[in-house]
């Protein structure tokens, strides 16, 4: 199985401040077909997770111009460029190039200084 | 607008078996390259994926769980069920049923916590 290495796992920031979460693979994730398969999820407290990025930096409908994704291989990040209140959850990067069976990375808590 | 809701047993005892269905409306599973997952996670913890059903009744699970899961669907009633057997305390999560859209789940369901105690 792909493994997911997020960090940190933990990331307090400030309103109005960038943040950046990484992630990173075992194995490459470029398929055959060239592209990868590098999503993120928010997941806020008590709701299900809401993708926010497919195929490394494609940026869902809805989802905030404020989120960006890029990385390539086994090296991803997620950026906020400023974060605002209703950012704080949980973050989750997962990959769909390897599987059976999709994995995830074990979650991101970003919350508010 | 695409929506999916599971829906099965809050409670269950160890070493019986689970059936969850998710109902969705919005699209079609009858549909080319059309599929959907089941996704759940324990208490506190992070995601762990559990199985898939393409349109085509292809079906794809996790292999450390492939011995107990059977998932399937019926396109007429808009369903997916996902069935668990030899439930154990460990496998007390949230079960979400999601989208296959651009290589991955969304939208996803609200979720439905399944205990499992005696």
């Known amino acids: 199985d792909v493994v997911m290495t997020q960090s940190p796992l933990s990331l307090p920031v400030t309103l109005g401040q960038p943040a950046s979460i990484s992630c990173r693979s075992s194995?490459?994730?470029?398929?055959?077909?060239?592209?990868?398969?590098l999503n993120w999820f928010q997941q806020r407290p008590g709701q299900s997770p809401r993708r926010l990025i497919y195929?490394?930096?494609n940026r869902d409908s809805g989802v905030p111009d404020r989120f960006s994704g890029s990385g390539s291989g086994t090296d991803f990040t997620l950026k906020i460029s400023r974060v605002e209140a209703e950012d704080v959850g949980v973050y989750y990067c997962?990959?769909?190039?390897?599987?059976?069976?999709?994995?995830f990375g074990p979650g991101t808590k970003v919350d508010i200084k | 607008q695409i929506t999916l809701k599971e829906s099965g047993p809050t409670l269950v005892k160890p070493t019986q078996t689970l059936t969850l269905t998710c109902t969705f409306s919005?699209?079609?599973?009858?549909?080319?390259?059309?599929?959907v997952g089941w996704i759940r996670q324990p208490p506190g913890k992070a995601l762990e994926w559990l199985a898939l059903?393409?349109?085509?009744?292809?079906?794809r699970y996790s292999p450390s769980l492939k011995s107990r899961l059977t998932i399937t669907k019926d396109t007429s009633k808009n369903q997916v069920v996902l069935t668990m057997t030899n439930m154990d305390p460990v496998d007390t999560a949230t079960y979400y049923c999601?989208?296959?859209?651009?290589?991955?789940?969304?939208?996803w369901g609200q979720g439905t916590l399944v205990t499992v105690s005696s």
């Open positions: 999601a989208q296959l859209h651009r290589g991955s789940f969304d939208p």
């Open positions: 919005g699209f079609s599973l009858s549909t080319s390259g059309v599929g």
């Open positions: 059903i393409y349109w085509n009744d292809d079906k």
């Open positions: 194995q490459s994730l470029v398929y055959s077909d060239g592209n990868t398969y």
């Open positions: 195929k490394v930096s």
């Open positions: 997962m990959q769909g190039t390897h599987w059976p069976p999709f994995t």
